[in-house]
């Protein structure tokens, strides 16, 4: 069935690193946007970043801009988040979605979710 | 402070109607989709509506959405214990080039 699987969270100090994966599958990987949603412990979702089925288009929401880096390799049926200069406010649960149309407008499937606690 | 507006908690009896609304503006709700999701305690969030009004195979026809000029709207009804959830709108922002959500409601089923 259609699956996503997050992996590589953890517990990570301000300042640090952390690469996130998301394996896909279940469907044509290569054919769809994709992308990361957060939501930090008792709070709303917040959308992180999202990259085009072909790599050719990413974006950023203005908080994690030139720290996050957002990638896939489709022949692999896999979706990336490297975070770096990681700060205490990027604690959350990080959610790898699929976008149906590439619109922006609707995310229909979703991972599990990886945690990902930044703390001194 | 979320860029769409959602009332933080609505409650209802079992088998009642209940509807929660999603305030933005010209530049989200007003020209673009707009869907719902639904998250049970625990879990990641789940797809309830798309395209505004849509349902994805396999969601109960006692969820339904609605739009007008800059809000959106998610109806249940017939409300069962099992709906007990959180609520996200969310839609895309043409202004700010983003993926927008609102804060969450919290639906008691009392």
């Known amino acids: 069935q259609v699956q996503l699987v997050e992996s590589g969270g953890g517990l990570v100090k301000p300042g640090g690193s952390l690469r996130l994966s998301c394996a896909a599958s279940g469907f044509t990987f290569s054919d769809y946007y994709m992308s990361w949603i957060r939501q930090a412990p008792g709070k709303g979702l917040e959308w992180v970043s999202y990259i085009s089925s072909s790599s050719s288009y990413t974006n950023y929401a203005d908080s994690v801009k030139g720290r996050f880096t957002i990638s896939r390799d489709n022949a692999k049926n896999s979706l990336y988040l490297q975070m770096n200069s990681l700060r205490v406010e990027d604690t959350a649960v990080y959610y790898c979605t699929r976008e149906p149309d590439g619109s922006g407008t609707s995310m229909d499937v979703w991972g599990q979710g990886t945690t990902v606690t930044v703390s001194s | 402070q979320s860029v769409l507006t959602q009332p933080p908690s609505v409650s209802a009896a079992p088998g009642q109607k209940v509807t929660i609304s999603c305030s933005g503006s010209?530049?989200?709700?007003?020209?673009?989709?707009v869907s719902w999701y639904q998250q049970l305690p625990g879990t990641a969030p789940k797809l309830l509506i798309h395209d505004t009004n849509k349902r994805p195979s396999g969601v109960l026809d006692r969820f339904s959405g609605s739009k007008s000029g800059t809000s959106a709207t998610l109806g249940i009804t017939g409300l069962q214990t099992g709906d007990e959830a959180d609520y996200y709108c969310g839609t895309w922002d043409s202004s700010l080039s983003a993926v927008v959500f609102g804060g969450g409601t919290k639906l008691t089923v009392l």
């Open positions: 010209s530049s989200n709700i007003g020209n673009n989709y």
